[in-house]
């Protein structure tokens, strides 16, 4: 067993699904591959994959992390799901983290994460997170945004060491706005008593 802690973090937010895989201060392999969907059927493959390419199993694992969003609403079910049931299953501590504080941690510019039609999410200082124009939010000074998700997954996972010894509460997904899915239009069927 690793005398440093080891850290399994991953992220499936946006288009793509992201692992790396922490010992002490240093990532000993990540993986990311691009995808617009499958990440349900991907994930559990990937860090298993990840995990026998640095020669580690489950049970070598200190605590998890995973990125919470915003973005994709089913991206970001997927990876906190799995984060939480794995942390219950190998009974340790899954450390949920912000596609804001990852972005922070990459760099010093103003964290905005992707949205649709032109749109970003921001989180202006001593505001919460919201939606607008990613040309609006440019005028709030340079902008990091989430175009590496390889970076961002390595932040998880750096960020991750820092705080699994304090974390208490299983992590959560950040949804800034309610997902796309509407009701259906067509009529319901009739019902007759019976």
């Not at 199993?57 to 915003?70: E, F, H, N």
């Not at 949920?96 to 970003?120: C, K, N, T």
């Not at 939010?137 to 699994?164: C, H, K, M, Y």
Request: with cysteine; glycine share 10%.
């Amino acid at each position: 067993m690793p005398s440093d802690p080891l850290i399994l973090a991953f992220d499936t937010s946006a288009a793509h699904c992201a692992a790396a895989l922490l010992q002490g201060d240093e990532v000993i392999a990540s993986q990311t591959e691009a995808m617009s969907r499958g990440q349900a059927e991907r994930l559990m493959p990937l860090l298993e994959e990840l995990l026998a390419e640095a020669g580690c199993t489950w049970s070598d694992l200190t605590a998890i992390g995973v990125g919470i969003g915003p973005g994709n609403f089913t991206g970001i079910r997927i990876s906190v799901s799995a984060a939480r049931g794995l942390a219950l299953g190998l009974g340790i501590p899954a450390v949920g983290v912000s596609g804001f504080d990852a972005l922070a941690e990459i760099g010093h510019e103003l964290p905005a994460i992707r949205a649709p039609r032109g749109q970003v999410y921001i989180a202006l200082p001593g505001q919460e997170p919201t939606l607008m124009a990613q040309e609006k939010a440019e005028s709030f000074g340079p902008l990091i945004l989430n175009d590496s998700p390889e970076q961002q997954v390595r932040a998880i996972a750096r960020l991750t060491l820092q705080r699994w010894p304090t974390v208490t509460e299983p992590p959560a997904p950040l949804y800034l706005r309610p997902a796309d899915a509407a009701p259906s239009k067509d009529t319901p069927p009739v019902l007759l008593d019976g």
